[in-house]
């Protein structure tokens, strides 16, 4: 019987007008080990630097969650800084990966997004989701802090908003506000709406000028070139937290709730 840290996928698939699909799983309401995040940075990253794809559509598998974050098994067994810093950096890895890919990527939120799936949302450059997509930053809960995710998120929703969620931290925020926050472009009744809006963007994006496409992002993502070292400083910060006695304590509450 394999372990929650040793399950779950990532695919791609390329169609024949070069729309990558990229899609991630993990049985446990997706939220992801520290393989399956390197995975997704890796894929990212490939995907990117393949000349037959001009475009990304960034998913998760089933109906329901987004993303709950990172494996909370895998977070329970840390018990050293370096460790810690390896398990915080995943996140941070997937992020770095869609700032720094070249191609433009377009994000499909089908439910709810905790912490990490948060930070993923934030880090696609337009992103589409459902009425049920709500969102929280849920670290502090536990003993921690949204440290990595916390730029990606900061840049799309702005300081004020970011921190609402921040120190509301088992607050639920609603896809609406999410979207009037500037995290989402649109959401939609339901996902056959969204894929349909998806489609739509992707075909379009398809047939655009790759080289303006390249440069546009670049843009974007302007005065963001510091991240593979503030993301890994931060992913520092949260390795070091979740030595402590009170973060410990504050994990197996919630673990027994």
Request: charged share 20%; with cysteine.
């Amino acid at each position: 019987m394999t372990t929650a840290i040793e399950q779950g996928t990532v695919e791609i698939e390329i169609d024949k007008d070069g729309i990558a699909t990229i899609a991630f799983f993990h049985p446990l309401s997706n939220s992801l080990p520290g393989k399956i995040l390197n995975k997704l940075a890796d894929t990212i990253t490939a995907a990117g630097n393949n000349d037959d794809i001009k475009v990304i559509i960034l998913k998760s598998a089933g109906e329901r969650a987004f993303c709950a974050g990172a494996s909370f098994d895998e977070l329970i067994a840390i018990n050293d800084l370096e460790t810690g810093k390896t398990f915080f950096s995943g996140f941070a890895n997937v992020i770095n990966a869609a700032r720094k890919c070249p191609k433009l990527i377009i994000g499909r939120v089908q439910g709810k997004a905790v912490g990490g799936g948060v930070g993923m949302a934030s880090a696609v450059d337009f992103c589409y989701a459902t009425k049920f997509a709500s969102v929280k930053l849920s670290e502090l809960a536990v003993g921690i802090g949204p440290f990595v995710v916390g730029p990606a998120v900061e840049r799309k929703v702005g300081t004020s908003a970011m921190s609402m969620m921040a120190i509301n931290a088992t607050e639920w925020y609603s896809a609406e506000w999410a979207r009037e926050k500037g995290l989402y472009a649109e959401t939609f009744e339901d996902v056959n709406k969204m894929d349909e809006a998806i489609t739509v963007l992707a075909n379009k994006l398809a047939t655009s000028n790759p080289e303006a496409m390249s440069m546009l992002k670049k843009v974007f993502w302007e005065g963001t070139e510091n991240w593979d070292t503030l993301l890994a400083e931060r992913a520092a910060m949260s390795g070091k937290l979740v030595l402590s006695d009170f973060t410990k304590n504050a994990i197996n509450a919630f673990k027994s709730k």
